[in-house]
């Protein structure tokens, strides 16, 4: 049973994951305004991930005999300086959602909730790796500038990201 303070933090989740894919598919939108569809794939495929964070959250409230109770999402931010900029907002963003998901994790070890603590260290991983790569593509961006063929270079990297399903949706198999 969730406490009433708990859930509501979890609704705040399921917003913040929504509100995740949303940016992120306004930065996709941004790559393929400008034709570089290796970065536009990259963004789709984090779009289907956060959709799946928010998925993952949305079923554990269930799972919990909550309830979920969807509410606006803001207006994603869109007006980029530069792709390096874009990169920066996109790590900043995630750093947000790492603070986030360690509240969670607060009130869960506060309230000794320790179905939802154990819940939640599947997303504590998830968001080192979350952090790395967005901070993997500021650093090249930095390290090599944004001239075209650097582009076109981390473009033909980008468009091989695939999407696979995140474990704790993989349906496991019956005994
Ligand atoms: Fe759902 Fe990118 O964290």
Do not use: C
């Not at 598919?25 to 984090?46: H, I, P």
């Not at 270079?153 to 990201?161: G, K, N, P, V, Y």
Request: glycine fraction near 2%; hydrophobic fraction near 45%.
């Amino acid at each position: 049973m969730l406490s009433e303070r708990l859930m509501s933090e979890l609704n705040r989740q399921i917003n913040y994951e929504l509100y995740s894919a949303y940016l992120y598919t306004a930065m996709e939108t941004y790559f393929l305004d400008r034709g570089l569809t290796g970065f536009a794939n990259f963004f789709k495929v984090q779009t289907q991930e956060e959709l799946a964070h928010t998925r993952i959250f949305f079923e554990y409230v269930y799972r919990k005999n909550g309830r979920v109770t969807l509410e606006a999402i803001d207006k994603p931010e869109a007006d980029f300086a530069s792709i390096l900029d874009l990169f920066e907002k996109a790590l900043a963003h995630e750093r947000f959602v790492t603070s986030r998901i360690y509240k969670l994790v607060d009130i869960a070890v506060e309230e000794r909730e320790h179905a939802t603590n154990s819940f939640l260290k599947w997303f504590v991983d998830e968001q080192v790796e979350e952090e790395e790569s967005f901070q993997g593509l500021v650093d090249r961006l930095n390290l090599m500038g944004d001239k075209p063929s650097n582009l076109f270079m981390i473009d033909a990297e980008l468009a091989q990201r695939v999407f696979t399903l995140p474990a704790p949706l993989v349906p496991t198999a019956q005994a």
